[in-house]
């Protein structure tokens, strides 16, 4: 345990449904990352948030997701009109500012998504 | 662009030793990272090399040659619940969000 929490852990649903995720992080941390993953490749990043100010999307973050960090504690990532290209893991991790931190993100579990 | 490459999989029994390798290509360069993923779970850090050399982590080991743009995970005493998929990665030297880009993973089967 990462100390890292993501819910669901999976989640199914039909084309065309909206979805959303959560992603709770170290405590500590004030940086926070979304991640997708698909069979057998590795993380691909999504967006980035400092505190609560999102600084950076992915160009693969299309127009259907958003993502927030309100206080700057958990974050939520919403996909509207899924489509079944969405099915992946998403994947959050979470870092630190202090020494050492550059490099080391925390990984939650995950939520597998399908859609059907 | 920036891209890292590893072999897609590796097998091995247990007790013995297994090495991963991983090549990369960036504009930048900070150093390498090591994650480890099991089935369905989360990726873990394992190691971060940032300056040429073998680091070492009990039974881990990870070396960083810069010159070659090329690094390796060592992994000794192979174990059962070492079966797991390995990632190399690099921050994005792009970004200074500090987002990792990572190698497609290569999974490793210990028999026994």
């Known amino acids: 345990d990462t100390g890292v929490s993501q819910n669901p852990r999976h989640k199914i649903t039909k084309r065309g449904q909206n979805v959303t995720f959560r992603c709770d992080p170290i405590?500590?941390?004030?940086?926070l990352y979304w991640y997708r993953q698909t069979l057998g490749q590795g993380p691909e990043f999504l967006t980035y948030?400092?505190?609560?100010?999102?600084?950076?999307k992915s160009r693969l973050l299309s127009d259907r997701f958003s993502a927030e960090r309100p206080k700057g504690s958990f974050s939520t990532l919403e996909i509207q009109r899924t489509e079944q290209g969405d099915s992946a893991m998403y994947l959050c991790?979470?870092?630190?500012?202090?020494?050492?931190?550059?490099?080391?993100?925390?990984f939650g579990p995950g939520t597998r998504l399908l859609v059907l | 662009g920036q891209s890292l490459e590893q072999p897609s999989e590796v097998t091995a029994v247990e007790g013995a030793i297994v090495q991963i390798n991983c090549t990369y290509q960036?504009?930048?360069?900070?150093?390498l990272s090591w994650y480890q993923q099991h089935d369905g779970g989360a990726p873990t850090f394992l190691s971060y090399?940032?300056?040429?050399g073998l680091e070492e982590t009990g039974r881990f080991s990870s070396f960083l040659s810069r010159s070659d743009s090329y690094g390796y995970l060592l992994l000794q005493e192979l174990q059962m619940k070492d079966s797991a998929s390995y990632f190399c990665?690099?921050?994005?030297?792009?970004?200074?969000?500090?987002?990792?880009?990572f190698g497609q993973g290569t999974t490793l089967q210990v028999k026994p």
């Open positions: 090399n940032a300056l040429d």
């Open positions: 960036t504009s930048g360069f900070y150093g």
């Open positions: 990665a690099v921050r994005d030297w792009a970004s200074n969000t500090g987002k990792l880009i």
């Open positions: 948030f400092q505190n609560e100010a999102q600084l950076e």
């Open positions: 991790a979470s870092r630190g500012t202090g020494t050492g931190g550059q490099e080391t993100q925390y």
């Open positions: 405590s500590e941390h004030n940086r």
